[in-house]
């Protein structure tokens, strides 16, 4: 069956989301080091940015590096971090032609210099590109977010800029890492895993949930048509009643 043709593009979910989790075990399963899957796992994101940009999804975001895998063994975060440097100088050029924007969430000030340095001139040299926006979180947390948002507000109150009772739900969406990009419309989790992990917690209050038990380095085209498939069939009520139009009056 081929699945790309089973889509409705006028139904695309804008915002794709993506826990890439289970190279570990995928390296495993080959009676190799973790690092191995690690490696494998870019070719998936390859993949899945290419179809992302073909069918037309507007905003693609990975969840690359939690702020709790820093407790990893070091071989293993240095590794990692190195793998993510070359992968950004890597992709960038091919990213450019194509339109891709790329930017990052998560505590950036954390990653070693010369990653950071690398992503900001990745971010640059892409930063007028809108055929597709990629965002990578790295040294990201929903809670380390939220706790930080909290923070700029809080700041903002002290300085007098705004009164306590006037902070609303746009105040918050503002002072969050993603207060540029929409709440995601499709969480997709690889692994067979079935938590968040710490990931986009208020974002995802209506995002619809897609498990697989793929492994990140198996995950292909084949299998983010299949989620947005699964996603289409699916009815979104927001809380309303299904096909009820909106009532204006407390909407
Ligand atoms: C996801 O794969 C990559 C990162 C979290 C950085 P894992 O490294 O978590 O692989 P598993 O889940 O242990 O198999
Ligand atoms: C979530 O995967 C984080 C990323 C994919 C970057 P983890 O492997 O760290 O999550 P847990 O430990 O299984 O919850
Ligand atoms: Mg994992």
New binding site residues.
């Given amino acids: 069956m081929d699945l790309k043709q089973h889509i409705n593009k006028n139904k695309l979910p804008r915002h794709v989301a993506l826990i890439m989790?289970?190279?570990?075990?995928w390296a495993k399963q080959r009676g190799q080091e973790r690092i191995f899957g690690h490696e494998n796992g870019i070719e998936a994101v390859r993949d899945t940015v290419k179809a992302a940009a073909e069918i037309g999804i507007k905003y693609l975001t990975f969840f690359a590096f939690s702020t709790e895998n820093w407790c990893r063994p070091l071989r293993e975060v240095e590794t990692l971090m190195d793998l993510l440097t070359r992968a950004i100088v890597n992709e960038t050029p091919e990213l450019n032609e194509n339109g891709v924007r790329l930017q990052a969430i998560g505590d950036l000030e954390s990653l070693p210099l010369n990653c950071r340095e690398i992503l900001r001139e990745a971010m640059e040299l892409t930063a007028k590109n809108d055929k597709l926006i990629v965002t990578v979180a790295l040294s990201y947390s929903a809670r380390w977010e939220i706790v930080n948002a909290v923070q700029k507000i809080a700041q903002k109150v002290a300085d007098r800029i705004i009164s306590p009772d006037a902070i609303d739900e746009t105040t918050f969406i503002n002072a969050l890492e993603t207060a540029k990009i929409p709440d995601p419309d499709l969480l997709i989790r690889t692994?067979g895993?079935l938590r968040v992990?710490n990931f986009m917690l208020w974002q995802i209050a209506y995002t619809e949930l897609y498990f697989t038990p793929v492994y990140w380095p198996d995950f292909r085209r084949r299998h983010l048509y299949q989620a947005i498939v699964d996603f289409q069939r699916r009815e979104r009520r927001f809380g309303n009643v299904e096909t009820h139009p909106v009532n204006t009056k407390n909407a």
């Avoid at 989790?21 to 075990?25: I, L, Q």
């Fill in positions: 989790d289970g190279n570990g075990r692994s895993e992990s």
